[in-house]
């Protein structure tokens, strides 16, 4: 779906197990949405290496990492950028206060449940990491020794189990049409 | 001077002893320049108290903030904001850091060396920093016993002890224009 802005930026993060589907989804996104949309992808592992380096993968640094990338993400969208962020965010409770700081500065927040199950996440395991904990080589890994919250009232759910990337980007992407965030630039006119 | 952005964003680093008026010149640049300029001050008290509330005031703790305040600056640079950082960043160690992240990115970064001396900023401390440091109540404030490195190049360099706040905003938005980030609306016709 060729689309373009309303005008206004936006969060849109992508939440779920690892290799559930995120940054294949927000670099899907990316390439769906029109030339003029202002986009960027705000990747964990990027901001992992950068703006938290030194922050590990305790219950506190996972969600001090959450709220850094939801501070970056809300400054970015309420200058107008779409700002896909796929990245874990494991516990609720930082992920309601990201929603809080967006609500608190005016700006939007959508929130999408990457729901792949976990037994399909391990089945794909693109980056290896469930191989490396399920043999005791990676203590912590969310879903396999370290919780993950459901989120209980996502905008929306998207499980990539039995659909490819490119549907599951256009169910993102028609639900933030729906909220106006993103137009299509080709409507079909009335019969 | 009434202006509009060139089209491009750019990083606009203050840096400056404590009190030498960083903040306020930054203020008057954000109500000089024209409306449709999407403006953003990244306050230092404020990102203190948030992206970097783990941080204190040692060498390496003030490098890091630095550092993180510069990938967010970078970032919003890049998608078109004039963003205005009135942040110390006393080491040139880290400004340096900061400049080669915009280089690495092909974002614009300008320097603003607010060089009031030592002398003016602790007869008008607005806050009360030097009041305390100097009474042995703070430690570690730049300038009395913290270094603070003289930019060796900035690209300019003002100096508020005899010079008001719109004059100093002015200058630099001159520099800004200069480097056509800032167009004058208003350019007077040629007799």
Same mark, same amino acid.
């Given at each position: 779906m060729p689309a373009r802005t309303a005008g206004r930026g936006a969060t849109v993060w992508l939440t779920g @197990? %690892? +290799? #559930? +589907?995120k940054s294949t989804i927000a670099r899907a996104i990316a390439a769906l949405v029109a030339q003029d949309v202002d986009v960027e992808i705000l990747d964990g592992d990027e901001l992992r290496a950068? @703006? #938290? #380096?030194?922050? +590990?993968? #305790?219950a506190a640094d996972r969600d001090t990492h959450v709220r850094r990338v939801g501070f970056v993400a809300e400054l970015l969208a309420r200058h107008g950028t779409l700002v896909l962020v796929p990245v874990i965010? %494991?516990?609720?409770g930082a992920r309601q206060q990201v929603r809080r700081h967006h609500d608190d500065h005016g700006s939007t927040y959508v929130q999408v449940h990457v729901s792949t199950p976990l037994s399909e996440c391990v089945r794909r395991d693109p980056k290896g990491l469930y191989d490396k904990a399920l043999h005791g080589? @990676? %203590? +912590?890994l969310t879903g396999v020794d370290d919780r993950y919250d459901e989120p209980p009232d996502p905008d929306i759910r998207v499980d990539t189990t039995d659909i490819d990337v490119e549907t599951a980007a256009g169910q993102v992407c028609q639900v933030l049409a729906d909220l106006e965030l993103l137009q299509p630039v080709a409507v079909r006119p009335r019969q």
């Open positions: @197990l %690892p +290799g #559930s +589907g950068t @703006l #938290s #380096s030194d922050l +590990g993968f #305790s965010a %494991p516990y609720e080589q @990676l %203590p +912590g």
